[in-house]
């Protein structure tokens, strides 16, 4: 690395920071997507209606640009070209996800679609016949709509349920598929959707996000227990849960302790029970819920208990901590009543959210850019939860689709360089890194207007022709390097 090139990274990070930008050997990359964001086929052969088939179809005014995603990038049809694309960018791996709906059209194991299993044995196939380890996420948000007319989430019974299919997606698949996520992002399935009623299911109801909570947490953990017993024996595979987490920082020394809570609202609830040495809830959470629960007049608290028993069955269900991180948040005390919204609604807490000043936007309302959140997310999962694995399941940047897209390179140097700080300074395991998109997508209910793509997909052809952008260019020059110096004769 040259003198200059030293100190214009030194500039960009703030501090001389002078160790090379070398991943470590094995680090692996890759990219991904989900089902009902990119697949299309809504209603091939025998798919049953997932809830965002139903709610977008019954009413496009959910979604900002009136769109849905009937077709989407029909990646039903075009599979093959997207496999492609993950091969023109190196990729180790592509995260995708299955479709519920799709694979059990009943949402109960008396009927499995054979064109559903058939589309995802393809899919699979063509990956390794191209040397691409596919990574299943059971569970992307398209619950079927059968099972939310039967309460969704809200009902505890779900955790059979989603163990049933998960059972039966592990069998047909489990001898070629070693990393799977159970479910994406239960912050969204809980908070987002019952706090604002905006996601499918739309479902809004203050009393939601917090038992959805606890079912969430008990049907992952039976998805994972499914898999230690009946599937890991001969396949030897691994499962955890992505976990979505704004990082969140104190505004000033006076906001530490509403920081720390905060924190266990937004992440713990969701990671505590899983990954802490003792299980449950946090317990600093826990007692402020009983506390407020009280005050409100409720005869229980607001936040379910665990049984001893639950507690024992949740803890410890992971093989490795997946993590989803875009954007970080500065918190504050609140006035009474002002409460911080985004995507935990933290209601009952008088906590405001803020960003600073100099964190630049990106194309929709809740993406601001600050690289080091992701390096201090990181370093509070070690310091929470021990040297777990941790695997970087999403990470991306959204922009109006430019095709020299500059900032969605700047927004991937930045970040992957506070990845690398957090593994070589701070020594965290960090394992993988997944771009968030290989392609623009069906972005629920911003449309198609927010774009993450790496490759631009034209939505008004036909034939949903990909393209890469710069930003292609570069990830791909990243994993071929397996560093961030990348030669100069090759940078854009
Ligand atoms: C599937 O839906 C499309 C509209 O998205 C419609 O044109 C087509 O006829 C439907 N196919 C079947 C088999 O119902
Ligand atoms: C940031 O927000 C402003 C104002 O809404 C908008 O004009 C601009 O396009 C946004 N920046 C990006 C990169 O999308």
Known sequence: ????????????????????????????????????????????????LSVWDFDTQSDPKMVRDGNNGDTACDSYNLYKRDVEMAKELGLHFYRFSISWPRLMPASF???????????????????LK?????????????????????????????????????RVAYSFYGDRVKTWITINEPIVICDVVYNTGLLAPRVQHEDGALICNKNVLLAHAKAWRVYDEEFKPKYHGKVSMANQMVWLEAASKEDEDIAILAREHSYGRYTHPVFSREGGWPAKLERAYADISKKQGYLRSKLPAFTKKEIEYIRGTYDFLALNHY??????????????????????????????????????????????????QINWLKQQYGDVEIFITENGYCDDGDMVDDNR??????????????????KAKVIGYTAWSMMDNFEWID?????????????????????????????ADVIKHNSLDIPESQEL
């Open 130 to 166: 191209n040397n691409i380890e596919p990574i299943v996420t059971l569970y992307h948000w398209d619950l079927p709509q059968r099972l939310q007319n039967l309460g969704g989430w809200a009902n505890p019974l779900i955790a059979d349920w989603f163990a049933d299919y998960a």
């Open 327 to 376: 954007t970080s948040r500065k918190v504050r005390k609140g006035s009474p009543g002002e409460s911080a919204t985004l995507f935990t609604g933290i209601y009952d807490f008088d906590i405001k959210f803020e960003v600073d000043e100099s964190w630049k936007n990106g194309s929709t309302s809740w993406f601001y850019v600050y690289p080091e959140g992701i390096r201090k």
């Open 109 to 127: 194991p008396i009927r499995i679609s054979e064109d559903g299993k058939r589309y995802y044995n393809d899919l699979i196939d063509e990956l």
């Open 409 to 426: 390179v700047e927004y991937y140097k930045d970040y992957l360089k506070q990845v690398l700080l957090a593994i070589k300074e701070d």
């Open 447 to 475: 449309g198609y207007q927010t774009k993450f793509g790496l490759y631009k997909v034209d939505f008004d052809d036909p034939e949903r022709t990909r393209t890469p952008r710069k930003s292609a260019k570069f990830y």
């Open 1 to 48: 690395m040259s003198i200059k090139r030293v100190l214009v990274f030194c500039l960009v990070l703030g501090v001389c920071w002078c160790g090379n930008l070398d991943f470590p050997p094995g680090f692996k990359f890759g990219a991904a997507t989900s089902a009902y964001q990119i697949e299309g086929a809504w209603n091939a052969s025998d798919k049953h």
